[in-house]
């Protein structure tokens, strides 16, 4: 018999994780369907992927579980579920949530110590850290008798750490874990080490860059666990991927790109501080010089608005030149659930993921590009590029062959 896939999920309790296993329970009892997936259309027709109803979840956060409300888990942060699935899928919600393992907040900066109450500061050393995380996703697997377990790192987007050598050589890294250098690495430093280690695919939705670096794709190379980073792309940035190439298609020169956010949710709480932000805007950036090869004025802006819970919305402004030097512009307004569309995302990669593991492929997956903002090691950034890069992998599959 086929062992069922596991999906560890770091920061479980947070308002993607939740949507996530709320999405899983609902496929298992028939509720929904699959929209907002991508894999189960007839793209990936023939390509053996894992069934999504029958994923196994488990994972750990920084945070006490929630109190329950009534006997229903408080989802406080999900909004876009509706009730009527919620009440249906409640026990076993509720019974995911009371699973879930403590988590690590080492060197991750105030905000989200403060998520977890302050207390859990590092004690430990960093290999034992590791050693614990190992342990966890060891009992994970083995408790529910699992194959793989796909690690996807949903956890608050941790500030900035700025790549040094010894984030470039993994000879240097493990001189650092040694040497506990706990300054030089982050908590999803540590989670990733400790996934790769096991052998785990690795999803890095989070802009936290303290995930995957080079030194960490020489150990996912030699641990053959497939990889893939950084930041999911679920909305504005989707938009603007899918948007920008229209400007080159044209000759049209975009002469500015402004980008205000505006989001209520824990996510929005935790990148209201500077430093956690920092990383996001990094992630957002990027793309639009790397589209139409030239960088004009553009800013992004993203405001905590606490009212508005889980609905983001983005207001763009773009100032573009044509024809005769005449100035013309175009504006969007996207509003979403950030967290309803985002869960399918993941959904979609922990089957890939999987899929890769089983076909023996080890570090970068290049073909995830389009579920990224910045996606490593790739040098396509416009969404109809990226999306080609996928269907050619499902064609490759198909067709029996490696990528
Ligand atoms: N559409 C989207 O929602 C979207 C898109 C791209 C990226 N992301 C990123 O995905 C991540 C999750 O988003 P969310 O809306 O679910 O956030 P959230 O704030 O609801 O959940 C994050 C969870 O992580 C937990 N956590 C924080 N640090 C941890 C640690 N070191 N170990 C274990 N758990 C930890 C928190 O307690 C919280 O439960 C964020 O980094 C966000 O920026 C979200």
Partial sequence: MKNSTGVYLIGALGSIATTVAAGVLALRRGLIDTTGMITPTSLFEGVDLVDTAELVLGGCDIRRRPPSRGGSPVLEDVIGISPRILEAIKRELAQYRAGIDPGIASNCGEAIEALGGGGSRRKATLRSEIKTIRNRIRKFRESSEL???VVVNLASTEPPLELEDCHHSL???EEILDGNRSEKVRA???YSYAA???????????????????????????RQAPVMGDDGKTGETLVKSALAPLFTYRNLEVMSWMGFNILGNMDGQVLDNPGNMESKIRTKD????????????????IDYVPSLGDQKTAWDFIHFRGFLDAKMSMQFIWQGFDSILAAPLVLDMVRLAELAKRRGEAGLMPHLASFFKAPIGVKMHSLPEQFRMLTDYAQYVRNGRSN
């Fill in 147 to 149: 194959g793989t377990v």
């Fill in 196 to 222: 790769i280690e096991e052998g785990c695919p690795y999803i890095n939705f989070t802009p936290s860059n303290g995930a995957l670096f080079p030194a960490m794709m020489e150990l996912a190379a030699c």
């Fill in 171 to 173: 000879d240097m890294l």
């Fill in 188 to 190: 999803s430093t540590l």
């Fill in 286 to 301: 990027r793309v639009l010089s790397k589209i139409l090869g030239y960088s004009p004025h553009s800013k992004v802006k």
